[in-house]
Every structure is written in structure tokens, then in C-alpha cells.
């Protein structure tokens, strides 16, 4: 199977704990995305990245995040010092270099629990 | 700014009847629309997209949409609902130049046997 990937797919932490998310994109797919979904909402745009470079980043993305795609393929995700309130389901997703193909394909997503 | 309504936030029909999920949406421009479905602890998958082309779009598991520019609308449809329909659906609109998408907040679909 050639789709994205996320690792791990669940993690459970206390508050104040860092966290690592990784993701892998469709290995031809040049940009890739990361959404947070809370409970009954629909996903939320955090970050944005075209090969190696951070292009955009939401304000939801606080200084206590940080994200990174050090070699224009994986990416990893990581909270700092976390709180109760980073709950959520972390999605990653990945698009062609195709101009304006728009179409995203999504992994299973990584379920954040912070206690 | 661009961004999508939904305007139900679940939605039951009976299995066999036909499904109707409403969206509108707002755009300065031309907007990139899509629908995407998410079963329960499954990812997102898309299920069709409008991207300037026929304003009649057809996507996987029969279902459809039609971008409606005088309504601002792009609702889903399909003729015959099954039981595997039911899941959470997502009206959304990319943002022109990063495509970064803007989701609706959700449409829970429940199928009655």
C-alpha cells in the first residue's frame, strides 16, 4: 500500500510531556499538510509544506508547536510541553506537484490523548 | 476569506430512500469543491470534487454533486441509501494557491434499517 502514513497511531500523555508525530507521504507527492480534528468538528489547517519549506502556518499553531520535512519527504510534528486542551486527532495529508490538482489524500491520523 | 456551511449537522434517512446533504459555500472567486467522507475510525477519503469543470460531478459509491453558482450550493446526493453510507461527511473548499482545505463542520449521515 502506497498510502500516507502516520506513526503512531494513538499516544497517550501527561500534561507537560513533549510528543513526536511522524508522517510519510505518498512518495511522488511534493506538499503535504497537517490538519487537527477535535471531537465533532471538521479538520483544522495547521501547517503547510512544499518539499523542505514551511510555507504557511495557522495561528492555531502555537510557539509550542513545531513542525519539520528536513528532506522534502517524511514530516514530524512536535508538541511541546503539552496541555489537556492539544486533544485531538492529528492528520496528515499529501498532494501531487500536478498545478492546482487540489486533491489531498489523508492517512489514519494520530490520536492525541493528553491526561 | 473562503469557507463552507453545512447546513445539517445529521441527517437520517431510510436504507433504500434517497440522501440529501446540504453545503453552502462562500468564495471572492472560482472555488475548488469537495466532499469527503470519514467512517468511524477510518481516515478521510474523497468521495468527488468540483474544480471548474461540469457543474454536475459524480464520485465513488453513487453518489453526486452539483455546484450551483447562483445558489452558492454544492449539495450531495444519491439516489439509494445503504447501511455501508453511514459516516461523517465533510463539505470542503481549497484555498487558491496553497490549496490548503477548509473544512465544514460535519454532516453525520445515519442509515435506518
Known amino acids: 500500500d502506497t498510502g500516507v502514513s502516520q506513526d503512531p497511531r494513538h499516544k497517550i500523555t501527561k500534561r507537560g510531556q513533549n510528543v513526536t508525530f511522524r508522517c510519510d507521504p505518498i512518495s511522488e507527492h511534493n506538499r503535504l499538510y497537517w490538519y487537527r480534528q477535535t471531537l465533532g468538528q471538521g479538520p483544522e489547517f495547521l501547517t503547510y509544506?512544499?518539499?523542505?519549506?514551511?510555507?504557511?502556518k495557522s495561528r492555531l499553531l502555537s510557539d509550542r508547536f513545531s513542525a519539520e520535512r528536513p528532506k522534502g519527504s517524511f514530516s514530524t510534528l512536535e508538541i511541546q510541553r503539552t496541555e489537556q486542551g492539544d486533544s485531538a486527532m492529528y492528520l496528515c495529508?499529501?498532494?501531487?506537484?500536478?498545478?492546482?490538482?487540489?486533491?489531498?489524500?489523508f492517512g489514519p491520523g494520530t490520536r492525541l490523548t493528553v491526561t | 476569506a473562503q469557507s463552507v456551511t453545512q447546513l445539517d449537522s445529521h441527517v437520517s434517512v431510510s436504507e433504500g430512500t434517497p440522501v440529501l446533504l446540504r453545503c453552502n459555500y462562500s468564495s471572492s472567486y472560482s472555488p475548488s469543491l469537495f466532499w469527503y467522507v470519514q467512517h468511524p475510525n477510518k481516515g478521510l477519503q474523497l468521495l468527488l470534487k468540483?474544480?471548474?469543470?461540469?457543474?454536475l460531478v459524480k464520485g465513488i459509491n453513487g453518489f453526486e454533486a452539483e455546484f450551483k453558482k447562483s445558489e452558492t450550493s454544492f449539495h450531495l446526493t444519491k439516489p439509494s441509501a445503504h447501511m455501508s453510507d453511514a459516516a461523517e461527511y465533510f463539505c470542503?473548499?481549497?484555498?487558491?494557491?496553497?490549496?490548503?482545505?477548509?473544512f465544514g463542520t460535519g454532516t453525520r449521515l445515519t442509515i435506518i434499517p
Open positions: 470542503v473548499v481549497a484555498n487558491f494557491g496553497n490549496e490548503k482545505l477548509t
Open positions: 495529508a499529501s498532494s501531487s506537484p500536478e498545478w492546482r490538482s487540489y486533491e489531498q489524500y
Open positions: 468540483y474544480t471548474s469543470a461540469a457543474t
Open positions: 509544506f512544499q518539499n523542505e519549506a514551511q510555507l504557511e
